[in-house]
RNA sequence: GCAGGGUUAGUGAAGCGGUCAAACACGGCAGACUGUAAAUCUGUUGGCAUUCGCCUUCGUAGGUUCGAAUCCUACACCCUGCA
């Protein structure tokens, strides 16, 4: 898909995890007079800073960012209320005669924006609970008894649950990204991308991850952690444990962190509308170019 | 040196004469996914053909048997007890 011609609107830049899209993002930021909103269903939790890789206090400090710290650990979040805390954020900063920039590697939050979800609504009280006390074949039956559309997989109980909650309403979606958009995608070939995982993780464990996960833990206890954190911080309950230890904890990061890039690249396949590339610098030329017209 | 246990696909680990290309777990690969998404789930995973099927695997080399990962012999390596 050819970039649009005229300045964009909104500047989206997407990718699997460490292939450099924060780095981009700054360096466009810094340069256009933009503001960052992290598309990013991790970083939105308060304290955990280091096991998300969340920009750090002082780069937060040069460029605006939206969409960090919004709630606590433990607390729900959806992409629902991520996709109206991002329009007000996009509407703001446009107001402000500055640019608009969406990061990030959660795919759903991400095309929420983007392509106008409309989510079908949220389940009632208590709803979910029940739901989740039944096997995955009373939760079948329900769903075929209500004549709802069967999950792609009727063994992710989790979409039969949903599938319910929503009463079986198909949500809907625009075919083309909102007007204005230019989205931007990161893919280092693998090679790289492995390497360039491998290598974060060990930084993130020398920057002290395990404390974190201490604190988090203590604060927040062990099981609001566990429903809520992403990757690291699993694993460093169980380091904590000792269970492993922390070779072994540095490795599972690693291999997991991996898997998780590879289902975004999964998701970011699809999308015809994404301009790919290799690195965030081939990237920033282009979106210079785009820029400076 | 003697006695005993072990060596199985990328890794761990079942199998102990036929229904074994070999359970299971992990890892790998492909994919799905609109109010949990760093989640959750599916398929696939020796090679070739991809429909019947064919070929090469279970430390190495021989042997027994209609038939062996499974039994026997020798050798190699690893672990344990006695020396």
Redesign the pocket.
């Known amino acids: 898909m050819a970039p649009p011609t005229q300045r964009p609107s909104l500047l989206v830049i997407v990718g699997p ?1 460490a292939s450099g899209k924060s780095e981009l993002a700054l360096r466009v930021a810094k340069r256009y007079g933009g503001e960052i909103i992290a598309a ?4 939105i939790y308060k304290g955990m800073d280091i ?3 969340k920009p750090t206090s002082q780069q937060q400090a040069e460029v605006p960012h939206w969409g960090l710290n919004l709630v606590e650990p433990g607390q ?6 991520f996709k109206e805390h991002a329009l007000g954020k996009i509407d703001e900063i446009t107001r402000r005669g500055r640019l608009p920039i969406l990061v990030g ?5 991400v095309d ?1 924006v983007v ?1 106008d ?7 009632a009280f208590g709803e ?1 609970e029940s739901l ?1 006390k039944l096997s995955s074949k009373e939760l079948q039956n329900l769903v075929e008894e209500k004549k709802y559309p069967m ?3 009727r ?5 039969l ?2 599938v319910i ?2 009463q079986g309403k ?4 625009q075919q083309m990204p909102k007007p204005g958009t230019l989205i931007i995608g990161l893919m280092p070939d ?1 090679e790289q991308l492995k390497k360039r995982i491998a290598t974060r993780a060990v930084e993130i464990f020398d920057k002290g991850v395990i404390t974190e996960t201490q604190k988090l833990s203590a604060k927040y206890g062990e099981k609001a952690l566990l429903s ?5 911080y699993k694993i460093c309950l169980r380091l904590l444990r000792k269970e492993i230890d922390k070779d072994e904890a540095i490795w599972l990061f690693q ?2 962190d ?3 890039a ?6 970011f ?2 999308n015809y509308h994404i301009t790919w590339y290799p690195n965030s610098k081939q990237a920033y030329q282009a979106v210079t170019k785009i820029l400076n017209t």
């Not at 729900?76 to 209320?81: E, G, V, W």
């Not at 063994?155 to 979409?159: A, D, I, K």
């Not at 198909?170 to 979606?173: I, L, W």
């Not at 809520?228 to 690291?232: L, M, N």
């Open positions: 995890t990013d269903s991790r970083t096991g998300t890789a729900a979040y959806s992409a629902a209320r590697g959660t795919g759903l939050y929420g392509f979800f409309n989510f079908p609504p949220p389940p979910r989740e999950p792609e997989n063994h992710n109980r989790r979409h649950v949903r909650e929503r198909q949500g809907e979606k693998e809520t954190a992403g990757i690291v291999t997991a991996w898997q998780y590879r289902r975004q690249r999964t998701w396949k699809r």
